[in-house]
Nanobody
Framework: VQLQASGGGLVQAGGSLRLSCEVSGRSASTYSIAWFRQAPGKDRDFVVAINWSGRTTNYVDSVKGRFTISRDNAKNTVYLQMNSLKPEDTAVYFC????????????????WGQGTQVTVSS
């Protein structure tokens, strides 16, 4: 399984970005997909995950109400819509895949994309 993250960039505080994670090699519909982020000098942190069907999601508290994860299994792609961005959202964002029907822990994710940089200026 290969994952390709894209959509990062530089945006002002309060702005929006949409990240995409394209899954190839296997059908995305049999993987939970998550987004993690890593700021310089910090650990890689969980942001949000979505289960196989897309019916169940889990968000870290700091992004609830601002970020929305969705998936289009026909396109093997998962999206992360990020609104009302804050400078503290600045990080490299990674998408990852887990064969579990639902997975909320970093340790459950076996496949990782290369990351896309999100920079939010104040």
């Amino acid at each position: 399984v290969q994952l390709q993250a894209s959509g990062g960039g530089l945006v002002q505080a309060g702005g929006s970005l949409r990240l995409s994670c394209e899954v190839s090699g296997r059908s995305a519909s049999t993987y939970s997909i998550a987004w993690f982020r890593q700021a310089p000098g910090k650990d890689r942190d969980f942001v949000v995950a979505i289960n196989w069907s897309g019916r169940t999601t889990n968000y870290v508290d700091s992004v609830k109400g601002r970020f929305t994860i969705s998936r289009d299994n026909a396109k093997n792609t998962v999206y992360l819509q990020m609104n009302s961005l804050k400078p503290e959202d600045t990080a490299v964002y990674f998408c990852a895949a887990s064969p579990s029907e639902r997975a909320w822990l970093l340790s459950e994710y076996e496949y990782w994309g290369q990351g896309t940089q999100v920079t939010v200026s104040s």
